[in-house]
């Protein structure tokens, strides 16, 4: 059972435009989110991330938006980049679970020039 | 400079043969963790150390071992048991096992099986 769900596969956006990412969660334990983003045969590397205490962090382009009644986060890239181009996965964590990360599918996006 | 690395880059591996993927840190973190990566699918967790000579089994324990030794290293061995060891293996890195767990990933070893 999926506890992290990211159900756009891909997204292709044109550069300048927002880039929004969704992810779902079904567990109502999970009190921390993260987004990651990775390029091919790299590893993660960490983009940003918000507390469920609060339903918005953002940091320069990236915004993350958190929806705890809907259990959805979003994370909006405005304005997209070409180097955005590249898989992102949300994960959550709960400190009843030793704040161990439950990674989505992850979705790429390919920002167009 | 402070980093995870793992080696190698790229492994082969005969059917039948025990393989053991290398991770260094030199962040001074507490906790460490093991991820394959398939396509089509989110990171799992292999095996985690929240401290040195400590460990527990992850999501897709079966088939692995691992050790910590030494807090700067932890190796992940990938046995004979595993039935479908051809991959993307992740280490990663945490500063510490009870606080929030922004986790700092090495390059990562593709691993495939012949």
């Known amino acids: 059972d999926q506890q992290v769900k990211q159900n756009s596969p891909s997204l292709s956006v044109q550069e300048g435009r927002i880039s929004i990412l969704n992810c779902d969660y079904t567990n109502s334990m999970f009190d921390y989110f993260l987004w990651y983003k990775k390029y091919p045969a790299e590893g993660p590397t960490f983009l940003i991330s918000?507390?469920?205490?609060?339903d918005k962090n953002e940091d320069g382009r990236f915004t993350v938006f958190l929806n705890k009644s809907a259990k959805h986060l979003s994370l909006h890239i405005v304005p997209s980049q070409p180097g955005d181009s590249a898989v992102y996965f949300c994960a959550a964590s709960a400190l009843e679970y030793g704040n161990k990360l439950v990674f989505g599918a992850g979705t790429i996006l390919r920002v167009k020039s | 400079d402070g980093g995870i690395t793992q080696s190698p880059k790229y492994l082969f591996r005969k059917e039948g043969q025990n393989v053991t993927l290398s991770c260094e840190q030199n962040l001074n973190h507490d906790a460490m963790y093991w991820y394959r990566q398939d396509p089509g699918q989110g990171l799992r967790l292999i095996y985690y150390s929240q401290i040195v000579n400590d460990f527990q089994k992850g999501d897709i324990a079966e088939g692995y071992s691992v050790s910590r030794e030494k807090k700067e290293s932890f190796p992940l061995t990938v046995t004979s048991a595993q039935k479908n060891p051809t991959a993307f293996y992740l280490c990663?890195?945490?500063?510490?096992?009870?606080?929030?767990?922004?986790?700092?990933f090495g390059p990562g070893t593709r691993l495939t099986v012949l």
């Open positions: 918000i507390s469920s205490i609060k």
């Open positions: 990663a890195s945490s500063p510490t096992s009870g606080s929030f767990n922004e986790q700092f």
